[in-house]
């Protein structure tokens, strides 16, 4: 018998389940895992902002009196077209029960009022850019004359720069898709997009620069993406990608579009036209809110900006699910304020371990790793483990599964072995497990950073 040890660290890179088992955790270079499952954990530990990951914040009441400036999720300050004051934590509304769950959104606050010309009694998106009110409705996009949102007169003369204007984005003799999103990002870019494009206006819509991103990759609904201020975050129907800032080169046209996460987009965002992207500059992430219109419990995501790992979220109980999501800059602080299914306003605080007083579980699988170079044929005893979680934490606990093949172990049902550990470092545990793969799970109800595990085993030989 040979003993061998491995240092287990927290898994940045996410949840993966797009490549195989042994691929998604062996001869990894950056040694940025990925863990097969986990829930309400983020890389970021709890207490501070060290990436060592453990359990996420927990949801307090936002109280409607605290001042600050409301904001969409992509960080601009909310305000009415027609110039009435920014519009306050009041002007949220809740649908019926009927009705799905949804924030007062552009496409309802910006629905165009032709005093002059004509313009589309229903839109399926909207933006305010340079003046201009610019709604879609099908494949045309009907852009107010700068300066007075009420003007959709086309027939002005072609020489006057600020007329209204009426057009597409499709090559010649091409109908074009339907527009599934419009966003515009500090009267400088004009993004219009499709299921399966992209195209960017620079500058003035009639004499600035038109250029097609992407011929494929689209955005799946009005406000599937977010802007982290450097950067655009857009949910297409092939996954999540990153939209880069202007480098002034002529080269960045083709290298602007960048996959995120392309391994571990998991298929429930694939084509969820409601979802809502906000950027969170506090957690320094993405949060991804889905639908669900029978209010059940449902899972939503959060991808992490540091290390580009996407996590899942599921909250205590359904009421208390976020059914959208705004900013608020307040007091020298820019975060996300979610509206939840019972209409009351929360965000998440690092100093809460529960969702408005309700515990949650959290868990994180580490593995499958094997203590015998990776192959199929060495059994193995795992007869130690060492674990270390932050000072702050208010406990946890580890379990192990455990079997001939990485996927046994991952699937099996069986706890092998498990054991409760302490805050700060935790004498050595001894299970005496054995078999060829091995996944520990960290999990808890209650707060917890993971700092470390190392676990020692014995190599028993060929397995027969």
């Given at each position: 018998m040979r003993p061998v040890g491995k240092v287990l660290h927290f898994p940045l890179a996410g949840v993966g389940r797009n490549l195989t088992y042994r691929d998604s955790n062996q001869h990894r270079e950056d040694g940025m895992y990925p863990t097969p499952d986990a829930l309400n954990v983020w890389p970021a530990g709890p207490f501070e902002s060290r990436?060592?990951?453990?359990?996420?914040?927990?949801?307090?009441?936002?109280?409607?009196?605290?001042?600050?400036t409301w904001c969409w999720p992509n960080g601009d300050p909310i305000f009415w077209a027609d110039g009435e004051p920014p519009v306050g934590i009041s002007d949220f509304a809740i649908t019926d029960e009927s009705a799905p769950v949804h924030i007062v959104d552009p496409h309802e606050m910006w629905l165009p009022d032709a005093q002059k010309g004509n313009a589309p009694a229903s839109i399926s998106a909207s933006t305010f850019y340079r003046a201009r009110l610019i709604v879609a409705e099908g494949t045309v996009i009907y852009a107010s004359?700068?300066?007075?949102?009420h003007d959709f007169d086309y027939g002005a003369d072609m020489d006057d720069a600020g007329r209204a204007i009426a057009f597409n984005v499709a090559d010649a003799d091409r109908k074009g898709d339907p527009i599934t999103a419009l966003i515009g990002v500090n009267d400088r870019d004009l993004y219009v997009c499709t299921a399966n494009s992209i195209w960017m206006y620079r500058g003035d819509l009639i004499h600035g620069e038109r250029v097609c991103l992407s011929g494929e990759v689209g955005v799946v609904g009005p406000n599937a993406w977010t802007w982290d201020g450097k950067s655009l975050?857009?949910?297409?129907?092939r996954g999540l990608y990153k939209i880069l800032a202007d480098n002034g080169h002529a080269q960045w046209w083709g290298e602007a579009l960048q996959p995120?996460?392309?391994?571990?987009?998991?298929?429930?965002?694939?084509?969820?036209?409601?979802?809502?992207?906000?950027?969170?500059?506090?957690?320094?992430g993405v949060h991804i809110i889905l639908p669900s219109d029978s209010r059940n419990n449902a899972v939503h995501w959060f991808l992490d900006e540091r290390a580009g790992g996407l996590w899942p979220v599921q909250y205590a109980s359904a009421s208390i699910q976020p059914a959208a999501v705004g900013r608020v800059k307040n007091q020298g602080r820019e975060f996300c304020v979610f509206l939840c299914h019972d209409e009351e306003w929360r965000c998440y605080d690092t100093s809460i371990a529960k969702d408005a007083g309700t515990a949650f579980q959290s868990f994180v699988d580490i593995g499958p790793f094997s203590l015998n170079q990776a192959t199929?044929?060495?059994?193995?005893?795992?007869?130690?483990?060492?674990?270390?979680?932050?000072?702050?934490?208010?406990?946890?606990?580890v379990s192990v599964r455990a079997g001939h093949s990485a996927e046994?172990?991952?699937?099996?049902?069986?706890?092998?072995?498990?054991?409760?550990?302490m805050k700060g470092?935790?004498?050595?545990?001894?299970p005496r497990v054995r078999g060829v793969w091995f996944v520990l799970r960290i999990?808890?109800?209650?707060?917890?950073?993971?700092?470390?595990?190392?676990v020692r085993g014995q190599q028993l030989g060929r397995l027969r």
């Open positions: 990436l060592r990951g453990g359990s996420r914040p927990g949801l307090i009441g936002f109280s409607s009196e605290d001042t600050g004359r700068a300066s007075k949102i975050y857009v949910l297409s129907p995120v996460s392309p391994d571990r987009v998991p298929a429930a965002l694939l084509g969820e036209s409601g979802a809502t992207l906000a950027y969170d500059p506090y957690f320094r199929d044929s060495g059994d193995a005893m795992l007869t130690e483990i060492t674990a270390t979680l932050a000072e702050a934490a208010m406990g946890a606990s046994e172990a991952d699937k099996s049902a069986t706890v092998r072995f498990s054991a409760d550990l470092w935790h004498n050595v545990l001894r999990q808890s109800t209650a707060r917890w950073a993971y700092e470390s595990v190392e």
